[in-house]
Each structure stands twice: as C-alpha cells, then as structure tokens.
C-alpha cells in the first residue's frame, strides 16, 4: 500500500506558541482543506488542552477516563471485529465510528512514540475521490450514492450510504471495509472504483513525537500501515467548536486535480 501512496506534505502548526493565531488558523484549515497538521503536543495532557481548544470530546467505547483513546497494540483482542485499530497490522481505509447515528466530526492523532519500522499513516481526501469518480465513473458514483446501500456495524448498527447528498451542493462520506460493513449486491460490483480511487488519492506521512493531525471525519479517510515494535499515539474524537458547514463542496467539474 505504501508504495502506491503519495507522500504528503503539509507545514505543521505549532500549537504550543501563538494560541490565538493557532487557533484560528486550525478551523480555517479544515474549513477549505478538511485537515491540519499539528505538533508540539508532547503529553497527554497538552494534547487532550489543545482537543478541547476545538472540540466537545465524544466518548469511544475504548476511551480512558480523560475522554482521549490510547491507540496501541493490544494483542490477540485486536482481532475482533471494529478492533483492528488497535492491533499492529495494517488497517483500511475507513470513516470513524461509521456505525454509529452521527460519527464525531472531527479527529486527533497525535504520536507520542512511533514505530520502529513501519505504521505510517494514509489519509485519503474524501473530495479528491469524488471528483474521481464523478470524471472517471459516473454510474458507480451514482450507485454509491443511493440511500440505504451501505450497513455498518453489528446489529445495533445503521443502514446508510458511502456519499450522502447535501443541500448546497455537498456531500459527506462515510465507509468503512472491515466485518463490520456490508454492501446491497447492487453496490458491491462498484467497490473496487472505489477503493481504486481512494488508492489514486491516499497520502502516506510518518509522525514524530509531538506531532500529529485533525481532520474533518465527513470528509477524509484514515488508514494505517503495519508496523514492528511499540507504536503509541493518542486520539481524540468530538464535534467542533466552530461554525463547520456540513461535509465538502462537491466539484463536479469532470476534471481530476
């Protein structure tokens, strides 16, 4: 997957110095890109201040008591099903909590202690594989886009779509790829259009220690790769503190960018 995934780029903003400006630029990042890097959150406690700068924390069924996710491997247990996330190998593009009535808009993965090889994380811009499809497969994206085709979860999970149609012209995304997701057969021959163009579009970026990313969960897809050794990062899910229009602006232009 990795060699197939583009490097990413993006300056960092520091966090720990000019907190007005910080805060400020954070929204307006993910307002016209659906993302920010962040760094300088080198504790727990930094990184659950800087979260609530600019989210209500939603709780995670694996959440500690302080509202954050410590993401590490756990062992044989991360072979359940929704747990692989907190396993070593690699983990697939998806939504967080897709089976759940309203997902956490936004999320924060910060590295308190990377990999020794490998756990590199993919991120795919939901819009870049929306416009994809609309320039280079219309009818699967049309068939991705029919209500009720998608069901995530257990039981108590919910009967969905990938793309959601919005007022304004925009569309929010929500997919996942585990065993805990399931797909109407008249969908399932589209998939591999799918999964090809969040492939196309996937950036891959290692972080350091104190480093990490935002994204707005409506719009983009996150991934892992396998890794060896001990990989700890922290992550926080909520809905944000600022005004955020819901999911992204559809270009259906029928360019690629």
């Known amino acids: 997957m990795l060699t197939r995934a583009r490097t990413f780029r993006q300056e960092a903003c520091p966090v720990h110095q000019r907190e007005r ?7 307006a990042l993910i307002r016209e890109r659906g993302m920010a890097m962040v760094s300088g959150l080198t504790t727990r406690e930094a990184i659950r201040a800087f979260a609530l700068r600019v989210m209500t924390l939603m709780p995670h069924p694996d959440s500690d008591p302080d509202g954050l996710t410590t ?6 247990r991360a072979h359940r099903p929704g747990l692989a996330g907190l396993g070593r190998g ?14 956490p808009r936004l999320m924060l993965l910060v590295c308190l202690a990377p990999a020794a090889a490998g756990g590199e994380v993919l991120l795919t811009d939901g819009q870049a594989v929306h416009q994809h499809l609309n320039a280079v497969a219309p009818d699967s994206l049309e068939h991705l886009s029919r209500a009720g085709t998608a069901f995530y979860g257990d039981g108590g999970g919910i009967p969905t779509q990938i793309f959601t149609r919005l007022p304004g012209s925009r569309v929010s995304l929500r997919f996942r790829q585990d065993q805990l997701a399931q797909f109407n057969p008249l969908v399932e021959r589209f998939l591999p ?6 492939t196309a ?3 891959a ?10 994204v707005d969960n409506q719009r ?3 991934a ?12 926080a899910l909520g809905m944000p503190l600022f005004t955020l229009g819901p999911g992204f602006i559809a270009d259906c232009s029928g360019e690629i960018g």
């Open 21 to 27: 400006a910080v805060d400020g630029l954070i929204p």
């Open 71 to 76: 993401i590490r491997d756990i062992g044989s």
């Open 90 to 103: 690699g983990l697939a593009a998806h939504t967080e909590r897709s089976s759940v009535p309203e997902p």
């Open 193 to 198: 259009d799918l999964k090809a163009a969040i």
């Open 201 to 203: 579009h996937q950036r």
């Open 205 to 214: 970026f290692a972080l350091s220690p104190g480093q990490g990313y935002i």
């Open 220 to 222: 983009y897809l996150h």
């Open 224 to 235: 892992r790769a396998a890794f060896e050794g001990t990989r700890l990062h922290v992550r």
